[in-house]
């Protein structure tokens, strides 16, 4: 089989269906497992595919790690491709990228062991995320920014694919403000128990009940990770290539894929948003955005973006005040309100 990165359009394009059927029925599955976490699970395979980071904020027991961890056994990831952890103000760098090799370090090396880290994982979760000290939050960013982990002052590729985060609360500190605008889609976990109090318990019981069994019935076989990356691969592709009308004009992807009207309404939203309701929105967030609509278009509906796709604009709250603000607005704006 040959490297997924070696792949052309053409060998994609034959099979670009088929994955997006696999992956559909991998995220449809996935939310039988859980009460009310569909909406979730969509945004987590979204942001997979898009290969972008996505943040779950809520209070502890919503389902945030489990969502993580399920979504992790679905995909058949081997343990050396996964890597998660609690982070905490006092969390070292070496509990993250390695601990110093003491052997390397007498010869005059400054080299960690990086096996079992977050530099050799390709699906990363990392919890409590905000509670990093400057140190992480520094190593954080250039492994989000550049997927590169710097050994003695030089770059090495690592393999990261897939990162989720969460956190209980989105602070305000200004330190943190580019590490947020990374993660251009924070959704939040809801409880459920007040609208769902007996679907809750039974499927909790389950759960419980697998746990202690060692059963992971959502382990269906639908997708697997490189059918993910396939997808990322396919798509890349299409946002790279060149075509041209017959008067020999360039023909964006854009203009193919993204309808005059529609793109005015996401004009329209964005506009609005930032004028009326001051939700930062930065250049970066917004070409991000734009890729990540044509992920959830092409998943959903094999290609061109509609205004429901535009619902992933009620994502890009950077507090709980404006994730509260855009859940209610955005569907407002696009007339479903």
């Given at each position: 089989?040959p490297?997924?990165d070696?792949?052309?359009?053409?060998?994609?394009?034959?099979?670009?269906?088929?994955?997006?059927?696999?992956i559909?029925?991998f995220?449809?599955?996935?939310?039988?497992?859980?009460?009310?976490?569909?909406?979730?699970?969509?945004?987590?395979t979204?942001?997979?595919?898009a290969?972008?980071?996505?943040?779950?904020?809520?209070?502890?027991?919503?389902?945030?790690?489990?969502?993580?961890?399920?979504?992790?056994d679905?995909?058949?990831?081997?343990?050396?491709?996964?890597?998660?952890?609690?982070?905490?103000?006092?969390t070292?760098?070496?509990?993250?990228?390695?601990?110093?090799?003491?052997?390397?370090?007498?010869?005059?090396?400054?080299?960690?062991?990086?096996?079992?880290?977050?530099?050799?994982?390709?699906?990363?979760?990392?919890?409590?995320?905000?509670?990093?000290?400057?140190?992480i939050?520094?190593?954080?960013?250039?492994i989000?920014?550049?997927?590169?982990?710097?050994?003695?002052g030089?770059?090495e590729?690592?393999p990261?694919?897939v990162?989720?985060?969460?956190?209980?609360?989105?602070?305000?500190?200004?330190?943190?403000?580019?590490?947020?605008?990374?993660?251009?889609?924070?959704?939040?976990?809801?409880?459920?128990?007040?609208?769902?109090?007996?679907?809750?318990?039974?499927?909790?019981?389950r759960?419980?009940?697998?746990?202690?069994?060692?059963?992971?019935?959502?382990v269906?076989?639908?997708?697997?990770?490189?059918?993910?990356?396939?997808?990322?691969?396919?798509?890349?592709?299409?946002?790279?290539?060149r075509?041209?009308?017959?008067?020999?004009?360039?023909v964006?992807?854009?203009?193919?894929?993204?309808?005059?009207d529609?793109?005015?309404?996401?004009?329209?939203?964005?506009?609005?948003?930032?004028?009326?309701?001051?939700i930062?929105?930065?250049?970066?967030k917004?070409?991000?955005?734009?890729?990540?609509?044509?992920?959830?278009?092409?998943?959903?509906?094999?290609?061109?973006?509609?205004?429901?796709?535009?619902?992933?604009?009620?994502?890009?709250?950077?507090?709980?005040?404006?994730?509260?603000?855009?859940?209610?607005?955005?569907?407002?704006?696009?007339?479903?309100?």
């Amino acid at each position: 089989m040959p490297n997924i990165d070696d792949l052309t359009l053409a060998d994609l394009q034959a099979e670009a269906d088929e994955l997006r059927k696999r992956i559909g029925r991998f995220r449809q599955s996935l939310g039988r497992f859980f009460i009310q976490k569909q909406e979730l699970i969509d945004l987590m395979t979204i942001a997979a595919v898009a290969q972008e980071p996505l943040l779950l904020v809520g209070p502890p027991g919503t389902a945030k790690s489990d969502l993580v961890l399920k979504f992790k056994d679905a995909l058949g990831l081997a343990e050396e491709d996964y890597f998660e952890y609690m982070l905490t103000r006092f969390t070292e760098p070496s509990e993250i990228i390695g601990a110093i090799d003491i052997k390397e370090l007498r010869d005059g090396r400054y080299i960690r062991k990086k096996e079992g880290k977050l530099p050799t994982a390709t699906l990363v979760f990392l919890d409590e995320i905000f509670k990093s000290n400057s140190a992480i939050l520094n190593i954080l960013l250039t492994i989000i920014n550049e997927k590169k982990f710097y050994q003695e002052g030089k770059p090495e590729a690592v393999p990261l694919r897939v990162l989720f985060a969460a956190t209980n609360e989105i602070p305000e500190q200004g330190e943190l403000a580019a590490l947020k605008d990374r993660f251009v889609l924070k959704a939040m976990s809801w409880p459920v128990q007040e609208t769902h109090f007996a679907e809750l318990i039974d499927a909790g019981l389950r759960g419980e009940a697998d746990k202690g069994l060692n059963r992971k019935p959502w382990v269906e076989g639908h997708a697997a990770l490189a059918d993910f990356l396939k997808a990322n691969r396919y798509l890349t592709l299409l946002f790279a290539r060149r075509s041209t009308d017959k008067n020999g004009d360039e023909v964006t992807d854009r203009q193919l894929f993204f309808p005059d009207d529609v793109f005015r309404e996401f004009q329209r939203l964005v506009k609005t948003l930032v004028r009326e309701d001051k939700i930062f929105i930065s250049d970066r967030k917004l070409v991000k955005l734009y890729k990540l609509l044509r992920v959830r278009a092409w998943l959903f509906g094999g290609g061109t973006v509609g205004r429901d796709d535009l619902r992933l604009l009620a994502y890009l709250g950077e507090s709980h005040r404006e994730i509260e603000l855009l859940r209610e607005k955005v569907p407002q704006l696009l007339g479903e309100g």
